[in-house]
């Protein structure tokens, strides 16, 4: 089984800050089939990126992810108010799995 | 675009039995793959299953193989979750989600809580 792991657990940004937040997998994800996802809280995920930095539909182009193999990244270039949320990477390469999760938070 | 809509959850005793029903609104192409993922509270997500809406074929977490089964109808395009011999640890909010294009999670359901408690 691949394992992703997030970093930081939780990033404390202003609005207009950037965000960079961290996932890597436990071995090579193939074809890049890392997706990050967007969670608020009462509400379902969504998908923001997929194929490691593909955005998805009605995604603002703040968001961009980037990375290859086992490590990827996700990029808010300036935070807005309703960025903050959890944020999951997962890999669709081999089976199925999520990361622990980093949370966005207002500093 | 297609809309998901769970239910079917509610407080089940150790060793129970439930079954989840998504409904899905909007078109659904042969090749698209519906899964479960679920969500116990204050947690990540988990993969449970996959269904190939095409061709029926399914696949399962380790941890509900041999106890879950899931179905599709595609008559009404539903989605169907079986749990048989559910443990306290299968307590989450189960969603189903939908991947048409890439295998990424493209759409998903509000979810559908299941406690398991006696």
């Known amino acids: 089984e691949i394992v992703l792991t997030q970093s930081p657990g939780t990033l404390s940004v202003s609005p207009g800050e950037r965000a960079t937040l961290s996932c890597r997998a436990s071995q090579s994800v193939d074809a890049r089939r890392l997706a990050w996802y967007q969670q608020k809280p009462g509400q379902a995920p969504r998908l923001l990126i997929f194929?490691?930095?593909s955005r998805a539909t009605g995604i603002p182009d703040r968001f961009s992810g980037s990375g290859s193999g086992t490590d990827f990244t996700l990029s808010i270039s300036r935070v807005e108010p309703e960025d903050f949320a959890v944020y999951y990477c997962?890999?669709?390469?081999?089976?199925?799995?999520f990361g622990p999760g980093s949370r966005v938070d207002l500093k | 675009e297609v809309h998901l809509v769970e239910s079917g959850g509610r407080v089940v005793q150790p060793g129970g039995s439930l079954r989840l029903s998504c409904a899905a609104s909007g078109v659904i192409f042969d090749d698209y793959a519906l899964h479960w993922v679920r969500q116990a509270p204050g947690k990540s997500l988990e993969w449970v299953s996959l269904i190939n809406w095409d061709s029926g074929r399914t696949f399962f977490a380790d941890s509900v193989k041999g106890r879950f089964i899931v179905s599709r109808d595609k008559s009404n395009n539903s989605l169907y979750l079986q749990m048989n011999s559910l443990r306290p640890e299968d307590a989450a909010l189960y969603y189903c989600?939908?991947?048409?294009?890439?295998?990424?999670?493209?759409?998903w359901g509000q979810g559908t809580l299941v406690t398991v408690s006696s």
């Open positions: 989600a939908i991947a048409a294009g890439d295998g990424a999670f493209d759409m």
């Open positions: 997962q890999q669709y390469a081999t089976s199925f799995t």
């Open positions: 194929g490691a930095s």
